[in-house]
């Protein structure tokens, strides 16, 4: 029921930087609890990047700690990835998945994912 449309992604050089954005729509009203972004290089599984819930708490996967920032604008309903000093072990399809509440009472549960953009780290 809720829609995540992922933007952003490209090719850029290492050292360089991106931003992600992630916009939640549907019908009715929506509320996030959870917000994470994940990402999946060819032949490899798909790994969490970063995540934050509603409470405050903010993980980060040790190889973009320090590097990448997850955030949000709650008043767009967006949710956004900051990626500084890119490397070539970044390249890959990054994924935002949102779960929370939806629907005119937030009377029902969520659990969506957009559909992926292309993150290319090269020379």
């Known amino acids: 029921q809720v829609q995540l449309v992922e933007s952003g992604g490209g090719l850029v050089q290492p050292g360089g930087s991106l931003r992600l954005s992630c916009a939640a729509s549907?019908?009715?009203?929506?509320?996030?609890?959870?917000m994470g972004w994940y990402r999946q290089a060819p032949g490899k599984q798909r790994e969490l990047v970063a995540e934050?819930?509603?409470?405050?708490?903010?993980t980060y996967a040790d190889s973009v700690r320090g590097r990448f920032t997850i955030s949000r604008d709650n008043a767009k309903n967006t949710l956004y990835l900051q990626m500084n000093s890119l490397n070539a072990e970044d390249t890959a399809v990054y994924y935002c998945?949102?779960?929370?509440?939806?629907?005119?009472?937030?009377?029902?549960?969520?659990?969506?994912w957009g559909q992926g953009t292309q993150v290319t780290v090269s020379s």
């Open positions: 998945n949102a779960a929370g509440r939806t629907g005119w009472t937030l009377g029902q549960d969520f659990n969506s």
């Open positions: 549907g019908r009715g009203r929506i509320s996030i609890n959870v």
């Open positions: 934050n819930t509603s409470g405050g708490k903010t």
